[in-house]
């Protein structure tokens, strides 16, 4: 370790660079300092000190396995990226001479001569580094540094960064979190890049905060020198250095499933994350590799000299969580429209406007917006409004681009949009209204509109369904396109033009995951105790633990206090049919086994707790249907005592949720792999009821990821020996082949259904297969429909797929008594096309979300392919894994309620009679309409 110290300082005393220089700054003083001890760190963060706990000098011969993984990756694993992340012998990560040397290699394909005379593959396969820490070396808070030089040129993107250890607590990325130190882009490398992403899902809700530092001199170049790179990690704040100097921070993050889900603050940042460093050729933000840049491939490197993390007391950290305290964000302000009904500012270019990302750019103006693969694009302003001149079209839509945002979006309102344009020539440009603040969201999706010569006037008219939204912006883009010609635009304006604002009441609703109970798992709100009623005079006795991320409710009940209560009132209402409620529990000490009692909507369940940690389930029926004034759960203490209880559920058993889409995504999600452009609505129009619809632009890849795009749905429980009936109906605009399954969550990915492609086409086909479950129980499997490039197939005509009426349910009765098949490894049976009025292909309505944005996703996880093999992905926000699944045989108090019993087969599920009757309103109301339509044609 002395010897790293010393040849660090000697590299120092010779390089004279910035980086040198910075060494005696503060946040590098512990460059002195042996593992386990301590430096103090007064001036920058709090008086209590950093000490050394882990470092790699890189002092051996060869990489420590020990401490790191070697990740294996395939070529366009994430991201679109051209390089194969390989193993250790293939020469690719390097470690010599105190330094780790993570390499890219070009090799085969086309060999061209050289200036030099030797010959270069310009176009053969790509290969890389990538290794990690996870499993060996995981943290929750602290200093992270490292002192790196990066490589030169397009399509470079080395990276030092985070991600959580065990993505099954909070959920997939970005549920997850991830933090990147540094990141820098090869053809700019005096800029560094340093981002959390964060928020509820990859489509629509994704968030990222990022900073960016160019270095003072233009002299100065991270790939000529090597430069220090530091995160504080600290709970509810983050602050990153470059040679010492604090370069950003972000203390306003969030995760859960949606904004009523949110989880209690700082989550996700407040679990295990995982050191990873890499060296990214090309993909969907840094472009890609010039025929110059492979020309010199085999002679770049990725050098790290060191990684050195430190940490603060566990006390402190205790401390600085407990008072985290999610930032006040300010409140929404609404634009208003000018004399003329205009919500645009400045829509005739009157007053210059300013580049995107500048810090003169008026947040209320117009910017401009260029990415580096369409350097050089330019405009100006004058009596004809704007022109903007590309220099070259670049990757994607967004390449260049004219925006201008806090457009007020309000839901139910009707809107027109309308410019001028014209250009030298004819050409596309693309134009859209989105939600910056969630992901870029569509409101008006992507219209493609075809300008020519001639000044002409353009008119899109469309409906805002999504939520309300101060911050709207409208688009112009020209990046993408076959021309570079100029294009002029002006009397750029959005009016309303119809329709009434629709205000969202907010009720409890059925969550995605199916549960009845907000906030089961204790991990969101104030004190994580959210959505949960308790009187002020018990509230010293209700609380929620958090030992290493475990959390329980927590009552005492002091003797002679008579009964503590918490309950959830004003539930989703609570129609007539069979539920499930389930909880974990345990007491402590000499509690009795019989102080706690469970009331829903009248029907009352004692358990007997013991103290082990159990889970216990108790079938409720009810014979009437409940109101949302009936709808309710207690939860009482009646007797003195320690208690704990854990995700607590309620819901209707239904094995796949919201199958036919009447409550909208709840249950599901779509996953679009970036740089896929594809956006998705729910449909319910005469031709369509409640159906899910995907417009697919192009599935760009060649087949090694038919999962980059997904319908899913995670939480179906299967259990060993028991025999399925999966089916859905599904169509698409074009003839194409799709997958579907239900497969293990992470792991190896096993498909348990057995089933693979099928094709579908213009007419609805109904796709049904029988399985039997061959493996061990499992409450925690993903059902998905992959439609990315299945069966190696890319397709790159635009199109529509229609999917709706998805089932699973539990025939092994049905089987046994003689009724069913005796098939279990069907690749799916497609039967004759579906009469009826599901027909026609409706144009899909507007919202939707996009997978694209003005920097990487970041999403280094993969969701699972649908065939039974992936890499690692997500899990959902309720973590079971501490839990003992034994259902104790207690006897139950509560009237009309039978305690579930492990032996019982589940029985197959009958839609509640409140959607039965919804669906028999709908069907009549439709009918009624065409009647009415036929009569007035007549």
Not at 634 to 656: H, Q, V
């Amino acid at each position: 370790m002395v010897k790293g110290y010393v040849r660090r300082a000697l590299v120092a005393a010779l390089s004279m660079t910035t980086a040198s220089a910075a060494m005696a700054m503060l946040p590098f003083a512990a460059l002195a300092a042996e593992e386990g001890e301590t430096v103090s760190d007064n001036e920058l963060q709090s008086p209590d000190a950093y000490t050394l706990v882990w470092e790699d000098d890189f002092d051996g011969d060869g990489l420590d396995l020990g401490d790191w993984n070697v990740e294996t990756h395939e070529a366009g694993w994430v991201n679109a990226e051209l390089q194969r992340y390989t193993s250790l012998d293939e020469g690719n990560i390097e470690v010599h001479d105190g330094m780790l040397r993570i390499r890219p290699h070009i090799a085969g394909g086309n060999l061209e001569e050289d200036a030099d005379g030797g010959e270069v593959s310009l176009d053969g396969e790509i290969t890389s580094g990538r290794i990690s820490t996870q499993g060996k070396h995981d943290f929750k808070y602290g200093r992270f540094e490292t002192r790196a030089r990066v490589p030169k040129g397009q399509g470079y993107l080395p990276a030092f960064w985070l991600m959580a250890t065990n993505e099954s607590f909070y959920g997939q990325w970005p549920k997850c979190g991830e933090v990147d130190i540094m990141e820098v882009m090869g053809q700019d490398t005096s800029r560094s890049y340093h981002t959390v992403h964060y928020g509820y899902d990859q489509g629509s809700g994704h968030k990222q905060n990022q900073g960016t530092y160019t270095l003072d001199s233009a002299s100065l170049d991270y790939s000529d020198d090597f430069h220090i790179f530091t995160l504080d990690w600290d709970p509810g704040k983050m602050t990153w250095y470059v040679d010492g100097q604090e370069v950003y921070t972000t203390n306003d993050w969030y995760t859960g499933s949606g904004d009523d889900d949110q989880l209690t603050y700082p989550a996700p940042f407040d679990q295990d994350f995982y050191l990873i460093l890499n060296l990214a050729v090309g993909g969907s933000w840094v472009g890609y590799p010039t025929d110059e840049v492979k020309e010199a491939m085999n002679d770049a490197a990725f050098d790290i000299d060191y990684v050195r993390v430190y940490q603060k007391s566990q006390e402190e950290y205790e401390r600085l969580e407990n008072e985290a305290v999610s930032p006040q964000r300010d409140p929404d302000r609404f634009r208003k429209a000018d004399e003329s009904g205009n919500y645009v500012i400045n829509s005739n270019f009157t007053n210059d406007i300013g580049i995107d990302g500048s810090a003169s750019a008026d947040k209320d103006n117009w910017k401009f917006h260029v990415e580096s693969d369409a350097y050089g694009a330019s405009y100006v302003t004058g009596s004809e409004g704007i022109t903007i001149t590309p220099s070259s079209a670049g990757s994607q839509l967004y390449s260049i681009q004219l925006k201008q945002e806090h457009i007020p979006m309000y839901k139910g309102w009707e809107y027109e949009l309308s410019f001028d344009a014209y250009s030298t020539m004819e050409r596309d440009i693309v134009v859209d209204v989105d939600g910056p603040d969630r992901q870029w969201i569509r409101y008006l999706q992507d219209e493609t509109v075809r300008i020519g010569t001639d000044k002409k006037t353009y008119t899109i008219d469309f409906v805002m369904n999504d939520k309300t939204d101060a911050n709207g912006c409208v688009e112009f883009n020209l990046g993408k396109q076959p021309s570079t010609a100029p294009v002029t635009i002006s009397n750029v304006r959005i009016i309303h033009k119809s329709g009434e604002e629709v205000i969202e009441q907010l009720v409890k609703e059925v969550r995605a995951d199916g549960n009845y109970i907000y906030n089961g798992s204790f991990d969101q709100g104030d004190k994580r105790l959210g959505y949960w009623e308790y009187s002020d005079a018990d509230k010293e006795q209700i609380s929620v633990t958090n030992s290493d991320n475990k959390r329980e409710l927590k009552v005492v009940v002091p003797d002679g206090a008579g009964e503590i209560k918490l309950s959830q009132s004003a539930l989703s209402p609570l129609v007539k049919g069979t539920y499930e409620l389930s909880f974990t529990a345990r007491t402590e000490g000499e509690a009795p086994s019989d102080g706690i009692l469970l009331r829903v909507s009248g029907k009352e369940y004692r358990p007997e707790v013991t103290g082990e940690s159990k889970k216990y389930s108790s079938k409720l029926t009810f014979n009437n249907d409940n109101s949302r004034e009936e709808s309710y759960l207690e939860i009482i203490f009646n007797k003195p005592g320690t208690y704990y209880l854990d995700d607590i559920r309620l819901s209707d058993g239904a094995l796949i949720r919201n199958g036919s889409f009447d409550l909208g995504m709840t249950g599901y999600y779509a996953y679009v792999q970036a740089p896929i452009n594809a956006s998705y609505v729910i449909a319910d129009t005469d031709e369509t009821d409640n159906t899910f619809i995907i417009s697919i632009e192009d599935t760009m890849d060649d087949g090694s990821n038919p999962w980059y795009i997904q319908l899913i749905q995670d939480g179906v429980r299967l259990e060993n020996g028991r025999k399925y009936r999966l089916s859905f109906k599904a169509k698409s605009s074009i003839e194409r082949a799709v997958s579907y399954c239900v497969q293990e969550y992470e792991g190896s990915w096993q498909n348990y259904s057995n089933t693979g492609s099928v094709e579908i086409g213009p007419d609805w086909q109904t796709i049904s297969s029988e399985f039997t479950m061959d493996y061990p129980s499992d409450d925690y499997c993903r059902f998905g429909i992959t439609m990315g490039s299945v069966d190696g197939k890319r397709i790159t005509d635009k199109h529509d797929i229609y999917i709706d009426d998805i089932t699973l349910i539990d025939i092994t009765d049905e089987d046994e008594s003689g009724t069913g098949d005796n098939g279990g490894d069907d690749q799916g049976e497609v039967t004759e096309p579906v009469d009826g009025d599901n027909t026609d292909d409706p144009t899909p309505g507007e919202g939707g979300s996009e997978t694209g944005s003005d920097t990487e996703t970041g999403s280094e996880t993969d969701p699972g392919t649908g065939t039974g093999s992936g890499e690692d992905s997500g899990n959902p926000s309720e973590n079971e894994d501490d839990h003992n699944e034994d259902t104790p045989s207690d006897e139950n108090t509560g009237d009309d309620a039978e305690e579930d019993k492990p032996q019982e087969p589940a029985k197959p599920v009958v839609p509640p009679m409140q959607v039965i009757v919804r669906r028999v309103i709908k069907t009549v109301v439709k009918l009624v309409s065409k009647i009415l339509r036929l009569l007035f044609r007549w």
